[in-house]
T-cell receptor, first 112, second 111 residues
Framework: DVKVTQSSRYLVKRTGEKVFLECVQDMDHENMFWYRQDPGLGLRLIYFSYDVKMKEKGDIPEGYSVSREKKERFSLILESASTNQTSMYLC???????????FGSGTQLSVL | GQQLNQSPQSMFIQEGEDVSMNCTSS?????WLWYKQDPGEGPVLLIALYKAGELTSNGRLTAQFGITRKDSFLNISASIPSDVGIYFC???????????FGSGTKLNVKP
């Protein structure tokens, strides 16, 4: 079975902290994605990566950066967390263009 | 970004009833995916559609890729309480597997 694992289910951080969200997939997928999900706004793409060390901005990259040093791992970094970054963060992966997108269980981040 | 209109926003039905929801867009999509999401969990893939006109089933669920490639439908037959959740459509256009998501249909099933 396909598995996308996000390191934390719940995180509470303070404003200004640097936050790392980790995601690992075990399917040797090329593409990995970070979305955030907010009530009334649906899922919005933050960043995606189609290869190791490659990254592309999504629709809302401001305030975030990403790292993909190994094929199976894609990290989302909040350089200086702010309260408006309180959200559910979802990692996903897929094999190729137009292929099925598989999600992790999500990380609910609260920034106080 | 692309606009995906999903309807209805929510549904309240009796156990055993059939359910229908759909997503429409002004853009042409190459792939449609349907997901179910339980509270506090990530979306789980239900059905994937790759060709215009394609009709695919997964148990009591059936989804169709619209002929115009601008819409997709999901039907659930004989609903049961565990069908409760939020159902999302996602459409892919262009390269790099970038998907756009509908706003979700919240399904409530009364036993």
């Amino acid at each position: 079975d396909v598995k996308v694992t996000q390191s934390s289910r719940y995180l509470v951080k303070r404003t200004g902290e640097k936050v790392f969200l980790e995601c690992v997939q075990d399917m040797d997928h090329e593409n990995m994605f970070w979305y955030r999900q907010d009530p009334g706004l649906g899922l919005r793409l933050i960043y995606f990566s189609y290869d190791v060390k490659m990254k592309e901005k999504g629709d809302i990259p401001e305030g975030y950066s990403v790292s993909r040093e190994k094929k199976e791992r894609f990290s989302l970094i909040l350089e200086s967390a702010s309260t408006n970054q309180t959200s559910m963060y979802l990692c996903a992966s897929s094999q190729g263009s137009g292929e099925k997108l598989f999600f992790g269980s999500g990380t609910q981040l609260s920034v106080l | 970004g692309q606009q995906l209109n999903q309807s209805p926003q929510s549904m309240f039905i009796q156990e055993g009833e059939d359910v229908s929801m759909n997503c429409t867009s002004s853009s042409i999509f190459n792939t449609w995916l349907w997901y179910k999401q339980d509270p506090g969990e990530g979306p789980v893939l239900l059905i994937a559609l790759y060709k215009a006109g394609e009709l695919t089933s997964n148990g009591r669920l059936t989804a169709q890729f619209g002929i115009t490639r601008k819409d997709s439908f999901l039907n659930i037959s004989a609903s049961i309480p565990s069908d409760v959740g939020i159902y999302f459509c996602a459409g892919q256009v262009g390269n790099f597997n970038k998907f756009y998501f509908g706003s979700g249909t919240k399904l409530n099933v009364k036993p």
